[in-house]
């Protein structure tokens, strides 16, 4: 039999966690703020991510995505798989 267990599994993000508080790092204060994993579980691919509505890229295989935040604030972090299928958490990035 085929491992299908991905398949199976719902499209969720899993990191960061949805009313997560996460702080943008900086190699300096000039600097702009490092970039942010986005993770995924289950769903199909390809996997295209969005935050808030806009498009920051598209994953084949891999669930999981980096994304660069400009500033401090609340975003929507949204991802939708090959099927449609999307999950979507709201952060707060801080100083």
Same mark, same amino acid.
Do not use: S
């Given at each position: 039999t085929r491992n299908v267990a991905s398949a199976e599994q719902p499209l969720k993000i899993i990191f960061p966690l949805n009313g997560a508080q996460l702080a943008l790092e900086r190699t300096s204060p000039a600097e702009a703020p490092q970039p942010i994993a986005i993770k995924t579980? $289950? $769903?199909?691919?390809?996997?295209r991510f969005l935050v808030d509505?806009?498009?920051i890229g598209e994953a084949?295989?891999?669930?999981?995505?980096?994304?660069?935040p400009q500033g401090p604030g609340f975003v929507r972090l949204t991802v939708i798989d090959a099927s449609g299928t999307t999950d979507s958490v709201v952060v707060r990035l801080q100083q």
């Open positions: 579980n $289950g $769903g199909n691919g390809p996997y509505g806009l498009p084949d295989f891999r669930n999981a995505a980096f994304w660069q």
